[in-house]
């Protein structure tokens, strides 16, 4: 049975799995959930994934949600060889990829996350962007920014010298922000411009950054 992912095309989290997969050749079966039509707070996607928010997988009968450990998964069952995830054995290899896995998630995300909400969804929904809002998350977003320029002026990736997951899973939501709300985040910085420009233009990425 393919590897299935329930998810809508667009988003940034089904995104983040599709692209995943297709660093690791894996084969997957996209059945939509279309979020517009609510079908992600359905009762039959609720069984799936009970928080109601996508995406979820099915992989030979075993499911699991949330996109940065099924990414983990994905790694750890047809990754032979792949150092998207470095050997556990190698102790400062792992814990400098967990700490920017950390990163990722805890100073990236939600400003991102929100800032995209602000200036591409709200306008798409015929909404008024909150103008104050958007300046303490440009804010917000700069300074974590200005941090990735100095990891990076040190290193090639966040984790180290090796392209992990943790590089990967800023794509969508810095690809929203760049090329669909147009924002300057990335030129102004040479060494996050030169990572950036590396990540994104990998076969993977070019494959689903429209869509899973």
């Known amino acids: 049975m393919p590897f299935k992912i329930y998810g809508f095309p667009p988003s940034t989290c089904t995104r983040r799995v599709a692209l995943v997969c ?8 996209l059945i939509p959930v279309s ?23 099915d992989d030979d009968g075993f499911t699991m949600f949330e996109s940065r450990p099924v990414a983990r998964y994905l790694v750890a ?31 990236f995300d939600e400003p991102a996350g929100e800032l995209f909400l602000q200036l591409v969804i709200k306008p798409m929904r015929g909404l008024p962007k909150d103008e104050e809002r958007v300046k303490t998350l440009l804010a917000t977003l700069n300074s ?23 590089d990967l899973f800023h794509l969508p ?19 996050v411009a030169r990572w950036y420009q590396e990540i994104s233009s990998r076969p993977a990425w070019q494959a689903v950054k429209d869509g899973a």
């Not at 297709?22 to 079966?29: F, H, R, T």
Request: charged share 25%; glycine share 6%.
């Open 22 to 29: 297709k660093e690791l050749n894996v084969p997957y079966e």
């Open 77 to 107: 069952k047809y990754g032979k060889g792949s150092t998207l995830v470095p050997d556990p054995k190698d102790i400062i290899a792992t814990a400098k990829f967990e700490q920017a896995v950390s990163v990722e998630n805890n100073h």
């Open 144 to 166: 974590k920014l200005d941090v990735y320029e100095m990891v990076l002026a040190k290193q090639p990736y966040l984790g180290g010298d090796i392209l992990t997951l943790a």
């Open 35 to 57: 979020i517009p039509k609510g079908e992600h707070k359905a009762p039959e996607y609720l069984k799936r994934q009970p928080f109601g928010v996508v995406p979820a997988i």
């Open 173 to 191: 939501w810095l690809y929203g922000l760049t090329e669909k709300a147009k924002l300057d985040l990335v030129t102004s910085r040479p060494n």
